[in-house]
């Protein structure tokens, strides 16, 4: 896990990182506070400690321009005490407040309970369910009950524009080209086997009728 520290007094910089990397974490710091954004979205960090008080932008607007772009968690790390400091933080987007000077066993504990919290919402979102059928994109496999088979990559990639589009029905050439935009390259006679196959397995799980073709106008689950 790599954690992004915002803070721009030198000693307290220090003292995160080598607290972070003594509890095994990875970290990135910056001593350059500008375009703190751009910075934070190149590392790819799993969570930001990000100061609120900063040269330039304070972290509230920092905080803001991340949030355009990237749910990735983040924790505001200041020595700012007022509730309506904490609360506008929180309605901004942050995942957990903590004040300075901070006592290094709750700032590990706060920082590993934003990470479990994170790591729980990004597994719901790999998972999709309707009509009692599950799409787990991170495993690749379809399940039904207590049965599951696994899906090729085009099969799964079918799959899940069908699920996002669940109830509507997709045409044809729509969920072709939306495949080639994930780059996965097929005609309109591949997606037809793919289609079948992806039938067969849903059979061998116990579901049908589960894929409807509207002729001359597309799939719909």
Request: hydrophobic share 40%; glycine share 4%; charged share 30%.
């Amino acid at each position: 896990m790599k954690i992004f520290i915002v803070e721009d007094e030198p000693e307290i910089r220090l003292e995160l990182k080598a607290l972070l990397e003594n509890a095994l974490y990875q970290t990135q710091t910056t001593e350059s506070f500008e375009s703190l954004a751009d910075q934070i979205l190149e590392a790819e960090p799993d969570l930001v400690l990000l100061d609120w008080n900063l040269p330039g932008e304070n972290g509230d607007w920092v905080l803001n321009k991340v949030r355009a772009r990237s749910s990735v968690p983040v924790i505001f790390l200041t020595s700012r005490t007022d509730a309506m400091d904490e609360l506008s933080g929180m309605l901004k987007g942050a995942d957990d407040y903590i004040t300075k000077p901070f006592q290094p066993p709750i700032l590990l504990a706060r920082i590993a309970a934003v990470l479990k919290r994170s790591r729980k919402d990004t597994e719901d979102q790999l998972r999709m369910t309707y009509k009692g059928v599950t799409l787990d994109l991170s495993r690749g496999t379809v399940c039904f009950q207590e049965k599951e088979t696994e899906l090729s990559r085009n099969e799964l990639k079918i799959l899940y524009c069908l699920f996002v589009k669940k109830g509507e029905i997709v045409a044809r050439p729509d969920l072709i080209e939306e495949l080639w935009d994930q780059q996965v390259f097929i005609d309109d006679n591949t997606l037809s086997v793919n289609i079948t196959r992806i039938r067969g397995k849903l059979k061998e799980i116990g579901v049908e009728n589960f894929i409807e073709t509207r002729r001359g106008m597309g799939y719909k689950i």
